[in-house]
């Protein structure tokens, strides 16, 4: 909620799929910019971020990522 709040489209795949094949089928989709949220990120309470080109961004906070949106919106 709180993305869609910052006007920032989001799709969730709830599918019981491993985290694996979740990020293959966004990755066919196409999908440019995927927030992981897996087991160790709830535990530290960030996130991994991954682009379209498979690079990843570890530990990223929330705060953190309104503001790499905000980068890519300009």
């Known amino acids: 909620?709180?993305?869609l709040e910052h006007d920032i489209?989001?799709?969730m795949d709830f599918t019981s799929d491993a985290i694996s094949g979740q990020i293959k089928?966004?990755?066919l989709e196409r999908?440019?910019?995927m927030i992981v949220?897996?087991?160790k990120e709830v535990?530290?309470?960030?996130?991994t971020l991954r682009?379209?080109?498979g690079k990843q961004e570890f530990g990223v906070t929330f705060a953190d990522l309104l503001k790499k949106i905000e980068m890519l919106k300009v």
Do not use: F, Y
Not at 43 to 47: A, V
């Open 43 to 47: 535990e530290n309470k960030t996130l």
């Open 25 to 27: 089928r966004a990755q």
């Open 31 to 33: 999908v440019p910019m």
């Open 9 to 11: 489209r989001v799709q």
């Open 1 to 3: 909620d709180a993305l």
């Open 51 to 53: 682009d379209l080109d």
């Open 37 to 39: 949220i897996g087991k």
